[in-house]
Nanobody, 122 residues
């Protein structure tokens, strides 16, 4: 069973950067797509970015500010967030699916972390 743990959340000011990390355990030798989502209260969970064997996929809303990287030996995936704004305040989730390609919809992802919260103040 895949287990995901996010870390790195916290409070920052607008314009600052933050790097979130997600450590995955229980992965098999099959290829996995790892993605980041976020959610604010009262709204649907939103796909941000994903990395998989065939490449990466970024939600247009985050292009130029958010990037993803993956360290295969440690099964860790990071989300680098730059030029943050108060609208980026949310709980950020890591997710995994046993596929070679990325999607940014929540339904195909079977494994989720507990989330890490980010607060951006003006």
């Amino acid at each position: 069973q895949v287990h995901l743990v996010e870390s790195g959340g916290g409070s920052v000011h607008a314009g600052e950067s933050l790097r979130l990390s997600c450590t995955a355990s229980g992965l098999t030798d099959e290829p996995y797509a790892l993605a980041w989502f976020r959610q604010v209260p009262g709204k649907q969970r939103e796909g941000i970015i994903c990395i998989a064997r065939v490449g990466t996929l970024v939600n247009d809303r985050f292009k130029g500010r958010f990037t993803i990287s993956r360290d295969h030996p440690t099964n860790a995936v990071s989300l680098q967030m730059d030029n943050l704004t108060p609208e980026d305040t949310a709980t950020y989730y890591c997710a995994a699916r046993q596929k070679t390609a990325c999607v940014l919809n929540t339904v195909p992802y079977a494994s989720w972390g507990q989330g890490t919260h980010v607060t951006v103040s003006a």
